[in-house]
């Protein structure tokens, strides 16, 4: 729960300023405008160390740095000290950590190359604005009131939802039974906006459990569009024990013995990013926004580049990526189809024909990078691109693997670049691994039952790929599909997915003449399609930004 939770938290971030849910950036909150009730709940160092706060100690901005209120420390190696203030009776009260954290209210003594510090339920501590990156705030404001704690899942979800409504344009809910009730694990399908664009994806299902012999799942459309869900089947993979199986995106199950994180992780600028993607924890890396300009004419890709240990003669590796689109890139898709007007049908006509205007959005998109990253790995020629990744989501980032080629690779260090469009992209945890896939057991179910919200029976929709599928024209729809727990495989651990295939129409007025201004420049001008959506996301922001208060 806490992945996919602060998964949301972070992708709100993106959306939402002044006047509702807020996580910003500390340049964005500067202390002349910050207001007093702010609540710091969660704190972003620039090194991507995440530090979570109790919503009955929240942080607070004073000057330029950050105070918080934290677990006590019982003791801080000398060696670990910058500076330290002791009173008249020796006692230190003040100690300053050569990571810049300010300790104070303290009454420790030094002991052993060490300061000691008494039994006590918390201490205050500060940082230096100038190395947190983002912090959390905790903000009621009128009507529209979120609490973004990372954690809070329940408390929050009301204010999420209305946000899912207000934002979110595409692709079903999947909610997994856990004995208890249902859990929101998947969305899939994310993007594909036709028939000519349907897909299948495996999305793992962390939270579905047996419940007297059946696994159960709820398919929803909480947005305005029409789902056409193709096939829903239940995947149940068993493998050894200790071993983490990932899915490719053609639905081929590979196993990670021993994922290693990256060295070193930086991005244009020189800046460490390494604490944002070295663990899957939630906490993601993305563009920051208050450094790109549409009008600069300058170029609106940030470029990662990534660091890992490669054994000698390797010649192919696993790579684990772990990241998903935007909310924004989610709603640019409405956008963006909102520039055809009144001739959004013939487009999609063509698109649904696979020919000419398929194979140039799929070159386009593969040039652009906006859903799809290219995996440029640096060889003696230069950067070559041997791969790519799929975005989805965005409200869960699942994991996928991709093979990679290094045959041409010398050298024992294996570098990565990715050059994610501004806006488009959150990047939680990269990993290699370079052991070989291990058997495992893969059994695919069809469902036992499938009901809709009406009522109709839809097993043979759900069973296979054919064209034949559940359709859902109205938010609200939902289905709910249970699956026969199949027989487990001796001293094996199982991992569960499903298998879903579908697209869907997102109901809009096709109005208008078509923009073949704008549209003409997304085919004919690298990154233009990014700085239109810049643009449009700036002005967003100043629409719906809510006044600061009188102070």
């Known amino acids: 729960m806490f992945k996919k939770t602060s998964s949301v938290v ?18 964005d909150i500067p202390v002349k405008s910050a207001a007093a009730k702010d609540e710091i709940v969660g704190v972003v160092k620039t090194s991507g160390e995440y530090i979570q706060l109790s919503k009955d100690a929240p942080g607070r901005i004073e000057g330029d740095r950050l105070f918080l209120r934290t677990t006590p420390l019982r003791s801080v190696e000398m060696v670990d000290v910058k500076s330290f ?14 990571d810049g954290v300010v300790f104070q209210n303290l009454e420790g003594r030094m002991e052993d190359g ?3 510090l008494p039994p006590q339920k918390y201490q205050y501590s500060s940082i230096p604005l100038s190395e947190v990156d983002m912090v959390q705030v905790r903000r009621v404001n009128g009507s529209m009131t979120f609490l973004a704690t990372v954690g809070g899942f329940l408390g929050v979800i009301g204010g999420l939802y209305l946000i899912i409504l207000l934002t979110k344009q595409s692709c079903p809910f999947i909610y997994s039974y856990d004995g208890n009730g249902y859990t929101f694990d998947a969305e899939p399908y994310g993007g594909a906006t036709s028939r000519g664009l349907k897909r299948t994806e495996w999305s793992a299902l962390e939270h579905l459990k047996p419940v007297r012999g059946e696994y159960r799942l709820r398919i929803t459309n909480e947005v305005d569009e029409t789902q056409h869900t193709d096939e829903l089947k239940l995947v149940a993979v068993d493998h050894p024990l200790g071993l983490q199986v990932v899915p490719d995106e053609s639905g081929v199950f590979h196993t990670f013995a021993f994922p290693q994180p990256p060295l070193s992780a930086r991005d244009q600028n020189g800046r460490d990013i390494l604490g944002y993607v070295r663990a899957n924890d939630g906490i993601f890396w993305q563009t920051r926004l208050s450094e790109k300009d549409p009008e600069s004419g300058g170029d609106l890709k940030d470029e990662l580049f990534f660091e890992f240990p490669k054994p000698a003669g390797a010649r192919q590796v696993k790579l684990l990526f772990n990241g998903c689109s935007t909310l924004w890139a989610s709603q640019m898709v409405r956008r963006f189809l909102g520039l055809y007007g009144d001739g959004l049908k013939d487009y999609y006509a063509a698109i649904d024909a696979q020919g000419p205007a398929y194979r140039s959005l799929t070159n386009w998109n593969l040039r652009e990078e906006l859903y ?3 995996v440029r790995v640096e060889t003696p020629a230069g950067w070559t691109s041997l791969g790519t990744v799929v975005g989805g989501g965005p409200f869960v980032a699942a994991n996928r693997a ?18 994610p469009p501004a806006g488009f992209w959150m990047i939680n945890h990269l990993a290699v691994d370079y052991s070989a896939d291990v058997p ?16 109709r ?26 699956f026969m727990v199949p027989t487990q495989a001796p001293e094996t651990a199982r991992s569960l997915f499903c298998k879903v295939s579908g697209y869907y129409d997102i109901h809009m007025e096709a109005t208008g003449k078509p923009r073949l201004d704008i549209l003409g420049k997304f085919r004919t001008e690298p990154g233009a399609a990014a700085r239109y959506a810049l643009r449009e996301y700036l002005k967003w922001k100043a629409e719906h930004a809510a006044p600061q208060p009188v102070r």
């Open 10 to 27: 972070t992708l709100l971030a993106f959306l939402l300023f002044e006047g509702a849910c807020v996580i910003h950036r500390v340049e």
């Open 85 to 98: 203030k002791q009173n008249e009776k020796g006692m230190v009260y003040e100690i300053t950590t050569k």
């Open 114 to 116: 060490k300061i000691v």
């Open 372 to 374: 799809r990253l290219q």
């Open 402 to 419: 991709y093979i990679l080629d290094l045959t041409n690779i010398p050298g024992d260090t294996l570098r990565l670049k990715l050059t």
């Open 440 to 455: 495992v057991r893969t059994i695919e179910l069809e469902p036992a039952q499938a009901v809709d919200s009406r009522g």
């Open 457 to 482: 029976d839809i097993r043979d929709e759900l069973a296979r790929a054919d064209d034949v599928s559940y359709d859902a024209p109205s938010k609200g729809d939902s289905a709910d599909v249970t």
